[in-house]
């Protein structure tokens, strides 16, 4: 689907994103939402220097966050001025949660929350998850686990 004459959206399954004004509508909630904004050089050399991650978990990383709800923008920002990491809770789900769960660093939790927070209807179907059989059975989250303290 495209907006005719409109070159500021681009378009995905569920999810139409305005570049420009930083917001994207989501069919879930019917709303238009804000994205979370950031400084993505100082980003960029959090996520290198001091987390180790390489070019490609870098941009994959920065992405994550570019499209990050704007209701975690306090959490993001405590992060990356000093790697605080706030326990946010929605609903009945909290980061620590997540974390515990998934047994993933934080980045790796957050983007769990922005999908909870965008599809609040995901929180059941996560909970249904096990993710300690999963990770016995050898599926691969590597990319979770980077920057795991």
């Avoid at 070019?55 to 975690?72: G, K, P, V, Y």
């Avoid at 001025?81 to 909290?94: A, L, P, V």
């Avoid at 939790?109 to 995901?122: D, K, Y």
């Amino acid at each position: 689907m495209e907006i005719p004459g409109d070159k500021t959206h681009q378009v995905l399954p569920a999810v139409l994103v305005n570049l420009q004004e930083r917001s994207f509508f989501t069919q879930a909630t019917g709303d238009f939402l804000d994205m979370a904004h950031f400084d993505q050089e100082v980003v960029k050399r959090i996520l290198v220097e001091e987390l180790g991650f390489d070019s490609l978990l870098t941009s994959i990383s920065i992405e994550a966050l570019t499209n990050m709800d704007d209701r975690l923008q306090p959490v993001l920002d405590a992060w990356i001025k000093d790697r605080t990491e706030t326990n946010y809770t929605f609903h009945d789900i909290s980061i620590k949660e997540i974390m515990e769960r998934e047994n993933c660093g934080f980045l790796g939790a957050l983007s769990t929350m922005n999908t909870c927070l965008r599809s609040p209807g995901f929180i059941a179907e996560y909970r249904k998850v096990d993710f300690s059989k999963r990770f016995k059975e050898g599926i691969p989250f590597e990319h979770l686990h980077q920057g795991r303290k």
